[in-house]
């Protein structure tokens, strides 16, 4: 196995928001390179119990070995986050005293060619997998899907505007032979979208996030798994998410501000007959970014914000 590197975004700004405190019990639903993890153990010592789930291997390994100095108090099972019930009912653990949840891609899966996560990599072969095992790879995507579903995909996943033109490429040049590394998708969009609108940043950016998010299914069922979450934390507990585009930021935010209202009658009803209750309270009224430092250090915090909420319930 390759070194596993990651380097966490925010990491003070995420422990100050989830305050690990001794003797809690928490969940980290992204483990990643166990940094999070490392500092929840760390700081809720010498008692703290962790729970951890993630999709990838190489990351599983890694951050085991790096959470070894607390064995005993931490457990990692190999499962998508959103199936959060069924590991902590395998765990006997009820509620939290926080929530860990981290939607970063980690620099090893970005820089390993064989994952096929980066643009920058022209011979990586088209795959984009977080679970090496999952069967739908990018290459699935791009060879299979059709125009229609190709071009609903970038317009919603990736916001690219020339989302109809880069689909009607795609497939243009499928019919001539079978799309298989990132360098023939790079190449197609470069010449989908016109060269005065290449100007801010690479032109691929906006289409590998679009492909990434459907092989890996990272929106579907994100804002009820960030509700049940939330839910499952104690009186008192915190839930800190980090986000690294959009689409993600406005599904947390949307779910913490229906979590923070008191009611959601309609306005015209004279009395409340919803009962709905105000669960938290939310201590981010706007995201906290990246320091300028962290974001020289670390180009990838760029585009991170971190939102955190309280149980008053």
């Known amino acids: 196995m390759s070194g596993f590197s990651h380097y966490p975004v925010m990491l003070e700004e995420c422990m100050q928001g989830l305050r690990p405190e001794r003797g809690g019990i928490y969940f980290d639903g992204t483990l990643g390179g166990g940094s999070h993890s490392f500092e929840i153990l760390k700081r809720s010592s010498p008692s703290g119990r962790l729970i951890a789930t993630d999709l990838d291997d190489e990351a599983i390994a890694a951050a085991t070995s790096k959470l070894s100095c607390f064995e005993g108090r931490f457990s990692v099972h190999k499962s998508n986050f959103k199936n959060y019930s069924q590991v902590l009912e395998e765990e006997g653990v009820d509620a939290l005293d926080g929530v860990m949840l981290d939607f970063g891609i980690s620099s090893h899966q970005i820089d390993e060619p064989s994952r096929g996560f980066s643009y920058m990599q022209a011979d990586a072969p088209l795959d984009m997998r977080m679970d090496a095992s999952a069967p739908l790879t ?33 497939v243009k040049a499928r019919q ?5 590394t990132c360098g023939e998708f790079v190449k197609i969009i470069e010449e989908s979208i016109p060269k005065k609108f290449q ?26 798994a960030v509700l049940g979450l939330t839910r499952r934390l ?60 962290e974001m020289t250090v670390n180009s990838r915090s760029r585009s991170a914000k971190l939102r955190v909420a309280e149980k008053i319930i």
Do not use: W
């Open 138 to 170: 990018a290459e699935d995507v791009l060879n299979d899907y059709s125009q229609q579903e190709l071009t609903r995909i970038l317009k919603e996943y990736g916001e690219e505007k020339f989302a109809s033109a880069i689909a009607a490429n795609v």
């Open 176 to 180: 001539r032979s079978r799309l298989k």
């Open 199 to 224: 100007q801010n940043g690479p032109a691929a950016r906006k289409s590998f996030q679009a492909v990434r998010i459907e092989v890996n299914g990272e929106l579907t069922g994100l804002y009820d």
């Open 234 to 293: 104690k009186k008192g507990g915190r839930i800190a998410i980090l986000t690294f585009h959009s689409l993600e930021d406005r599904i947390v935010k949307n779910a913490f501000k229906f979590l923070e209202m008191d009611c959601i009658c309609p306005k015209e009803l004279p009395v409340c007959v919803c009962g709905k209750k105000k669960e938290i309270e939310i201590l981010t009224k706007k995201p906290t970014v990246a320091s300028p430092k």
